[in-house]
């Protein structure tokens, strides 16, 4: 994936509003952790939004922010497709921000998007485990599935299953946007 980027330094460093920060990851991600003046707009959500964000970014660079970057990238794509010209992405994201020592405002929330999906695999991982050597050794197959499916997510990129704990009510947020 190539998008231009911006270090966590060069944004930190820069006049406050300069930049119009545009966080993708989920409500619940968003305000456990998130840098001041950011927007959200969910990644899910970010088609339907593209005219509201080229009014409040007012020729503004844009930096995206994520968790890590990877879902800032796919934003990237989406946003280059619609015309906006030259997005960046948070090079490394909110954990490369929080490594760096900047503030993040948020309250204790939801763990990472990335987290659940990979508590929710090894739960029905060791289910399938557990019920196969107690109830029917059919369910090992399910614990095989569930394990070749995470393997085919990590080999593609793509995840089924972080979408869908997207939706859960833990994940959601009253307030989804804070800033300008």
Not at 64 to 74: N, Q, S, Y
Not at 114 to 120: D, H, I, L, Y
Request: proline share 8%.
């Amino acid at each position: 994936m190539s998008a231009p980027t911006v270090q966590p330094t060069a944004l930190h460093g820069s006049s406050p509003g300069e930049w119009f920060l545009l966080d993708v990851r989920t409500p619940g991600e968003f305000s456990s952790a998130y840098i001041d003046g950011s927007v959200l707009v969910p990644l899910p959500e970010l088609q339907g939004a593209l005219a509201t964000i080229r009014e409040q970014a007012a020729g503004k660079p844009i930096a995206i922010v994520c968790r890590t970057g990877r879902r800032a990238f796919e934003a990237h794509r989406v946003m280059q497709g619609q015309g906006l010209k030259d997005p960046h992405v948070l090079e490394g994201g909110v954990v490369a921000w929080k490594a760096a020592g900047y503030p993040l405002l948020g309250q204790k929330g939801p763990m990472p998007l990335e987290r659940q999906v990979s508590a929710a695999s090894a739960g029905m991982v060791v289910t399938g485990v557990a019920l196969g050597f107690l109830v029917n050794p059919a369910f090992f197959w399910f614990a095989g599935a569930v394990g070749a499916a995470q393997l085919l997510s990590a080999l593609s990129g793509t995840c089924p299953m972080g979408p869908m704990l997207a939706r859960m009510p833990w994940n959601a947020s009253k307030n989804a946007s804070a800033g300008s």
